[in-house]
Each structure stands twice: as structure tokens, then as C-alpha cells.
């Protein structure tokens, strides 16, 4: 895959998407949010990717923001267009049978805390600075961040932190919630490999359930999400994965998952 903002690498069932614009802190202009949309696509059609990780190039950012210099002159009009080709991105994330983890290493701030929140599960660097300062420029957040924030870490600090346009540390972050571990900025991408590829060698099937169940079970009533789980569990009873697992622990081995 070859694109001008984004780097792509697959190993072992692992894809590293990397955004790759160190000059201007990997900000998201429209064509690395477009770049980043069908590297999504692709990476969703190529059954031999298990897991994705996202982050960005340089031990300074992860995505400074969306590009404030491309924004600065949009009309009315364009900026619509631009926040829903972000919410667009975003969803593709989260709908993903793809389990994603963000690698956040530096600055996540606006654009960037909301790509961060879109993933499945978000490891920081300790020189991580994660927050939604858009306030500052005048504009409320635009993809996301108003309503991903406070489902994440509730109402009361979601509307301080997008009131004040504060950051927050890794280590307050990780207080509130909002990102499960901390890691040596030279060890992140070392860490959240192993991550991946142990969560890459479970069933694919369960890994893709578990996400959409989780997701989509937040977003409804309870009953109804229970509902949901009763019959995502008894179709994984069709599955080879089902099989091998409860086999494979019978027979005292390891099991052989085909993510079918
Ligand atoms: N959009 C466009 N360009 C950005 C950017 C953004 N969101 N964030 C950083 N850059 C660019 C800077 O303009 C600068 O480019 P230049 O050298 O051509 O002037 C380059 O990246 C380096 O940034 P700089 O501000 O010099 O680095 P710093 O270490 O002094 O500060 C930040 C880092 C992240 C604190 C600062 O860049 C910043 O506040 N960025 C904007 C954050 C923001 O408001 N994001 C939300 C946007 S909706």
C-alpha cells in the first residue's frame, strides 16, 4: 500500500499503520483522513490481518490535531464535509472486525484524543498528552469528542476537560480511565507488538464478537444487548474455533485457531 501520509506494515497477522507527517505533528488533513479510510477498507478485506495498531511517526506525536492550517479558511459548508469524512473514519474504526490499539506516543489532541478514542484499546507513552483543546481555537470538537468523551470517562470530567481545553497527562489519563497502560516512550511499540500478537493468536471469530458486542451492547438498553450476547454465544457454537478451544482444553494442548 502505498500512500503519501500513511505507512502500512504487516507482520504476523499484525498491521502497524503509522501516520506519517512528523512536520506537522501527523495533524489529520483531509487526505491523510481519506488515506486513513482505505487503509481501513483494505486492511478489513485482507483475512490475514488479525490486529491493527495505530501511531503516529516521530517520539513526539501521535496526531497533533486535525490540520488547524487547512481548516483555518473552510466555510460552513466544507467544514461539514470535513467533520463527516472524520466521524466516517472513525466509525470505520470502530465497526472494524479488527480489534485496534492505539500506540500513543506524545500528543493526542483533538483529532488525534478522537481517533485515540475510537480504538479498541489505548496504550500511552509517559510523555503522552492527551486532551481536547479546541476550545482554544474557537471551535467545538468535530470528530467525536464531544460524545466519545463522556461515554469513556463520564459527563462531569468530559465537560471539564473539552471547557478548559486542558491536558491531560498520561498518568491522569490512565486515573480517569481513559487509557489502560502506561509504557516507556522508547518500549511502546515493543509493548503493544506483544499486545497484539497475543490477542492476534486468539479466534478471530470471538475477537470481532467481542468488539461488536461490547460497542454496539453500550448503545442499547440492557435486556435488548443480553439479547444480542445470548445469540453471538450460541452461533459460536457452529464455529471450528468453538470446537478446538473446549477440545484443545480437554485434551491438555494448545489450541489451533482458524478465525472460522
Ligand atoms: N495542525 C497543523 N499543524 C500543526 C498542528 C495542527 N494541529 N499541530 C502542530 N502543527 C505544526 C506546527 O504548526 C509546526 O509547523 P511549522 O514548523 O510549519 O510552524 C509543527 O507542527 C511543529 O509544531 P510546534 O507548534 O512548533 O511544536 P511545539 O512542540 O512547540 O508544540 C503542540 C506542540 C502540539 C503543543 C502545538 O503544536 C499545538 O498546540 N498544536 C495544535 C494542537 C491543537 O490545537 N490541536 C487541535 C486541533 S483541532
Known amino acids: 500500500m502505498n500512500y503519501k501520509n500513511i505507512v502500512v506494515r504487516e507482520e504476523d497477522g499484525v498491521a502497524t499503520i503509522t501516520i506519517n507527517r512528523p512536520e506537522a505533528l501527523n495533524a489529520l488533513n483531509k487526505e491523510t483522513l481519506m488515506e486513513l479510510s482505505s487503509t481501513v477498507d483494505k486492511l478489513e478485506n ?51 472486525r479488527l480489534p485496534f490499539i492505539a500506540a500513543v506516543n506524545g500528543y493526542a489532541l483533538g483529532g488525534g484524543c478522537e481517533v485515540m478514542m475510537a480504538c479498541d484499546i489505548i496504550i500511552a507513552s509517559d510523555n503522552a498528552l492527551i486532551g481536547q483543546p479546541e476550545i482554544n481555537l474557537g471551535i467545538s470538537p468535530g470528530f467525536g469528542g464531544t460524545q466519545r468523551l463522556p461515554r ?10 473539552l471547557l478548559t481545553g486542558n491536558n491531560l497527562s498520561a498518568e491522569d489519563a490512565k486515573t480517569i480511565g481513559l487509557v489502560n497502560n502506561i509504557v516507556e516512550s522508547d518500549k511502546l511499540l515493543e509493548h503493544v507488538g506483544k499486545l497484539a500478537h497475543k490477542i492476534a493468536s486468539k479466534s478471530s471469530v470471538q475477537t470481532a464478537f ?45 489450541p489451533e485457531f482458524k478465525g472460522e
Open 210 to 254: 467481542i468488539k461488536e458486542l461490547v460497542n454496539k451492547g453500550a448503545d442499547i438498553d440492557l435486556s435488548n444487548a443480553c439479547a444480542l450476547e445470548i445469540s453471538y454465544f450460541s452461533s459460536s457454537f457452529s464455529t471450528h474455533d468453538q470446537k478446538e478451544g473446549m477440545n484443545a482444553f480437554v485434551e491438555k494442548r494448545k
Open 46 to 96: 485482507n483475512k490475514k490481518i488479525k490486529v491493527a495498531i495505530l501511531t503516529g511517526s516521530g517520539d513526539k506525536a501521535f496526531i497533533a490535531g486535525a490540520d488547524i492550517k487547512q481548516m483555518k479558511d473552510l466555510t460552513p459548508l466544507e467544514a461539514k464535509e470535513f467533520s463527516e469524512i472524520g466521524h466516517n473514519l472513525l466509525f470505520k474504526i470502530e465497526k472494524s
Open 152 to 161: 469513556l470517562v463520564g459527563k462531569t470530567k468530559a465537560k471539564e476537560l
